[in-house]
């Protein structure tokens, strides 16, 4: 008698493909059954409590409007999910706390300093010294910090003091490009051989030093525009830049584009075309805000000094500050993340104390002060790091919150049966083989 003979097919307790409708299922739902096009969620995960009929008759759940956001983010550039701004916000309330202080520090110490030509010239070097801190902290989120911003601000100075004579605008202009080029050959050496941008940045750096030490004739801007006389505008475009840039990057697209170098598993993996692009993109950019800020700093200084060894300590320092500034703002060492008003604050924490402890006549060492807010910087990143990155969504089963890149079918709770893990191997012909009727262990099943 044939094995597809009609009588079976039409026994009680026989499906039609000759299974008995009583055999085991392993434990394995209907509604959790994984079909092309469609895959399970946890409930944790705050899933949908709609579901459609998917291919073969099976059911599936609708994707929340939450799970179809992270679906688009690739796990290789981060946990999906959105970042925790609080810690940012709480930070940033500190820091204007700081600088309010310092206000009234320096207000009750000296109330000249916050009037006339001093105040102008407070305004200045904040916004100098802000150019340069939006400069480094774009490349801190980029994942490619450049060291070289504070040498090419004082080079940038150098060059355009000492060929003031063509007019503001063409000096201006030349001094951009060449800025530029410096950033486009240091973006070459991080996106090209993939290496970290600190270190190609520094050794730039220390090329540019030897420039500068070896310029021996002071350097006078002649015949160009007093910013004095515009100071506080000078300072509320600086804010604006900082502001509006760290706005887009509330933008999750954005954020995760610009973060996009920063490395997840191994740090020499390459991280792809685009993620080079917009690294390249932010360092070259970085060099021209620098460049911005050196020939401010010219036009406000009049004079630039190199035979004396100030304009190269002078770079290195300004570095160090514009580093500590943005680290001790909130950005992230490792990339990414950062807040909005944190690198302005923390500048003007900066421009204030220094002004104070020279009002005071108390001795503090830019150097040192760099080091103290680079010291703070790291702390401020590990807090960033810890309660700012994306929620993590525990399951109701004990396992792992659901990630796009793990989409696995969904057992039964209680059964800790799982599918083979390959497709290649081919279920028994038979379920016995043991003895005493067993299932003869789990190895005929596939590997667990």
């Known amino acids: 008698m044939a094995y597809d003979d009609s009588r079976f097919r039409s026994e009680p307790g026989f499906r039609s493909g000759g299974v008995p409708e009583d055999a085991p299922t392993l434990g394995v739902s209907n509604q959790s059954v994984y079909t092309p096009g469609s895959y399970p969620v946890s409930p944790a995960y705050g899933s949908s409590s709609e579901s459609t009929l998917g291919m073969g008759g099976s059911r599936r759940r609708t994707p929340t409007a939450q799970q179809l956001g992270d679906v688009f983010d690739d796990p290789e550039h981060g946990q999906p999910g959105r970042d925790r701004m609080a810690v940012h916000a709480l930070w940033e309330m500190v820091l204007l706390l700081a600088a309010a202080a310092l206000l009234y520090l320096l207000h009750d110490a000296s109330p000249a300093a916050l009037h006339g ?12 010294l802000g150019l340069v801190a939006i400069a480094v902290g774009l490349t801190l989120r980029a994942g490619a910090p450049n060291l070289a911003v504070g040498p090419i601000a004082f080079a940038a100075a150098l060059f355009f003091a000492s060929s003031s004579d063509r007019g503001l605008p063409m000096t201006a202009g030349i001094t951009g490009l060449i800025s530029v080029g410096v950033g486009v050959v240091i973006a070459v050496l991080v996106v090209a051989f993939h290496v970290p941008g600190w270190v190609a940045s520094f050794g730039v750096a220390l090329a540019l030093v030897s420039w500068i030490a070896g310029q021996r004739d002071q350097k006078i801007v002649t015949g160009a525009y007093d910013p004095h006389q515009h100071a506080l505008w000078w300072a509320l475009a600086v804010l604006v830049i900082a502001v509006g840039g760290a706005a887009l990057g509330l933008i999750r697209s954005v954020r ?17 075309g685009g993620a080079a692009t917009i690294t390249g993109l932010s360092i070259a950019g970085s060099a021209l805000l620098s460049a911005i800020a050196g020939v401010l700093i010219a036009l406000d200084e009049r004079t630039v000094v190199a035979s004396d060894g100030s304009a190269s300590i002078g770079g290195l320092t300004l570095t160090g500050l514009a580093l500590g500034a943005a680290l001790a703002g909130g950005t992230s060492a490792y990339g990414r993340r950062g807040g909005v008003l944190g690198t302005i604050l923390a500048v003007a924490v900066i421009t204030l104390l220094l002004r104070y402890t020279a009002v005071e006549g108390w001795s503090l060492p830019p150097f040192a002060l760099a080091g103290a807010a680079i010291a703070l910087g790291l702390v401020v990143t590990r807090l960033v790091e810890t309660f700012g990155r994306p929620r993590a969504t525990p399951d109701v089963t004990g396992e792992e919150s659901w990630t796009p890149s793990s989409i696995t079918t969904q057992a039964e709770p209680g059964n800790d049966w799982s599918p083979p893990s390959s497709h290649t191997g081919s279920w028994p012909s038979s379920p016995g083989g043991g003895a005493d009727g067993d299932w003869d262990g789990g190895e005929r099943w596939g590997t667990r």
């Open 117 to 128: 030509t001093e105040l102008q010239s407070l305004l200045l070097s904040g916004a100098e």
């Open 256 to 272: 995760r584009a610009v973060g996009r170098f920063r490395p997840v598993r191994d740090p020499a993996d390459r991280r792809g």
